[in-house]
């Protein structure tokens, strides 16, 4: 709830129309071109980028909500790369009146991965420094977005999974040879088998891109050393074919029974680079 001083702030994709920098007391001032849709990039050292869309009329000034920027979570998780186990990434615990959850991240045996610079090369990389950043966490987390919302999307979860490595690489996308898995404890409560609806924000672009649907599972045992786990909310253990149908394999199952214990139920969410993820609930139909 401080003021920030030194934050950068640009109009996205338009650089013609420079920058300033926040004062003291957080405010900012930026003259631009009026009559149109522009979009604002909030940027400083040690936090997580943020932008505003904002509608600008002729010979007028508009006055921005206050943003809050996120600092990056200080929990660290080194991996090895196309190690022979199953890798495991988790980020701190994060508790507000909602709840308690820690984002979590099971990378199958052998998984590779790539940084994809700005400028399209590729470089492969053999060890990862995760990092898992919530942004919606208690009061002030719709000022903690990275973004706005679609219209018909409910604020109910964003997070940001981030490497080391591709932020000192100037912000580069990470890119995995097979789909990882994000896990995160149920704090609201959905029913085992409903749908996780799941988008990630696109920042060079400045948009939300649609993405596979995760779900709310249950874990029903451990024993053995193995999860059993209910898929679609039946409260019977899924069989084998089930769950490989569904990407499970036995290396998760067996990681799962040494993370949670029966009773859980958690999202599972596929996804196949890491950036600005968003797990939020539409509360009504769109428009069309």
């Not at 920058?19 to 050292?45: C, K, Q």
């Not at 990470?174 to 990630?200: I, K, M, Q, S």
């Amino acid at each position: 709830g401080e003021p920030l001083p030194g934050v950068t702030v640009s109009v996205h994709r338009t650089p013609e129309l420079g920058r300033t920098v926040s004062r003291a007391d957080g405010a900012w001032d930026l003259a631009v071109n009026g009559g149109g849709l522009l979009r604002v990039r909030f940027e400083h050292p040690g936090y997580l980028p943020a932008q505003r869309q904002v509608r600008l009329a002729w010979n007028q000034t508009h006055r921005i909500e206050d943003v809050m920027l996120v600092a990056e979570d200080e929990h660290v998780t080194e991996l090895q790369l196309g190690a022979a186990a199953v890798g495991t990434a988790r980020g701190a615990e994060v508790t507000d009146a909602d709840g308690s959850r820690t984002a979590t991240v099971i990378l199958p045996a052998g998984t590779g991965a790539e940084l994809v610079l700005p400028d399209g090369s590729r470089t492969a990389l053999t060890s990862a420094s995760v990092r898992a950043t919530e942004y919606t966490v208690g009061d002030d987390g719709p000022r903690r977005m990275p973004a706005e919302m679609p219209s018909n999307i409910a604020y109910t979860y964003a997070m940001e999974l981030g490497l080391d490595e591709a932020r000192a690489a100037g912000d580069a996308e990470v890119r995995f040879d097979r789909p990882v898995v994000y896990y995160l404890e149920n704090f609201l409560g959905f029913p085992a088998g409903n749908p996780v609806p799941t988008g990630w924000f696109d920042d060079a672009r400045g948009v939300w891109v649609p993405s596979a649907s995760g779900r709310v599972i249950a874990v029903l045992d451990t024993a053995g050393g193995t999860a059993a786990v209910d898929t679609d909310g039946d409260g019977q253990a899924d069989d084998p074919a089930t769950l490989a149908d569904q990407g499970f394999t036995g290396e998760e199952l067996a990681r799962l029974a040494t993370l949670y214990q029966a009773g859980d139920t958690l999202w599972r969410v596929p996804i196949d680079h890491f950036s600005t993820w968003d797990c939020n609930w539409n509360f009504r139909p769109p428009s069309d």
